[in-house]
Nanobody, 129 residues
Framework: QVQLGESGGGLVQPGGSLRLSCAAS????????MGWFRQAPGKEREFVAA?????????FYAASVKGRFTISMDNTKNTVYLQMNSLKPEDTAAYYC?????????????????????WGLGTQVTVSS
């Protein structure tokens, strides 16, 4: 049984940093895609970032986080990370880890939640002074 477990959420002041982790068990995604989505109250779940191990670690970012967030993958630990810097109040949301067995390419719909097969339960990030 595949499970994804997120950790690292919390309360941080604007301008601060957090690092989220997502550990996968039950299968490896070193040749697939792992990503992060977020959902704020009353809003749709939206794409944040993804990394495609199957294409040499290609990364993809939403425009709203590009330059502030960095996604990375440690294949030895079957874990994906999201380093979040310069956090803003509008980054407040529940952050969800997602994974699928297929790699992702620039032309793919890697930013669609419907192409991911596995999901974690989420970790809350709150940015507030």
């Amino acid at each position: 049984q595949v499970q994804l477990g997120e950790s690292g959420g919390g309360l941080v002041q604007p301008g601060g940093s957090l690092r989220l982790s997502c550990a996968a068990s039950g299968r490896t995604f070193s040749r697939g895609t792992m990503g992060w989505f977020r959902q704020a109250p009353g809003k749709e779940r939206e794409f944040v970032a993804a990394i495609s191990g199957g294409t040499g670690g290609t990364t993809f970012y939403a425009a709203s986080v590009k330059g502030r967030f960095t996604i990375s993958m440690d294949n030895t630990k079957n874990t994906v990370y999201l380093q979040m810097n310069s956090l803003k109040p509008e980054d407040t949301a529940a952050y969800y880890c997602a994974a699928r067995g297929a790699p992702s390419y620039v032309s793919d719909n890697y930013n669609s939640r419907y192409v991911y097969d596995y999901w974690g339960l989420g970790t809350q990030v709150t940015v507030s002074s």
